[in-house]
């Protein structure tokens, strides 16, 4: 009789496992549809795309009634919060665009300075640049003009030897 008491607590803890892991995923569900970064659903707020963001049966979702009325909660001070007044949305509306204005500004400013930061290291770059081809140009001139001196000098031996030839043939 030991064995089937033992079987069954372990299917307990098997359910219970399962029922903690698809209330976690009705719980991430619900977090991202009322964050607006729903992933599998069209985003509305609905029972419906509850069960399909967490990747189940709406029918499945009535088993979990914490969550269900978490879910009512939520719903309900959302749409309390949409009561406010025309002016006062606007007022909330023209806010948020100061703020995002204000981030773009400094943005805008912050790539300014970036930018004038950059060119200045350009201009730096350039100008080692042209003093590194400018002592190239010197050095290949110097060059040059060894290697003029000695092909001179090679063709002064030559003249040397060919007067010593006659030197001693003569």
Wanted: proline content about 2%; overall charge positive; glycine content about 6%.
């Amino acid at each position: 009789m030991a064995r089937p008491r033992a079987l069954e607590a372990v299917q307990a803890k098997r359910v219970a496992r399962k029922r903690d892991s698809t209330r976690a995923r009705l719980v991430g569900a619900m977090e991202r549809l009322l964050d607006g970064s729903a992933i599998g659903c069209d985003g509305r707020l609905s029972l419906r795309n509850l069960a399909k963001e967490a990747g189940l049966s709406p029918s499945r979702v009535y088993g979990y009634p914490d969550v269900c009325e978490k879910w009512k909660t939520a719903i309900a001070s959302r749409r309390q919060g949409r009561g406010q007044s025309i002016e006062d949305q606007l007022k909330e509306l023209r806010e948020l665009v100061h703020k995002v204005e204000r981030t773009k500004n400094g943005e805008i400013e912050d790539l300014k300075l970036q930018r004038a930061l950059l060119l200045d290291r350009l201009a730096e770059f350039e100008r080692a640049l042209v003093r590194a081809n400018r002592i190239t140009s010197d050095e290949r001139r110097k060059v040059l003009r060894l290697e003029a001196a000695l092909h001179s000098l090679k063709g002064q031996r030559e003249n040397v030897a060919v007067l010593r030839s006659m030197d001693k043939s003569g």
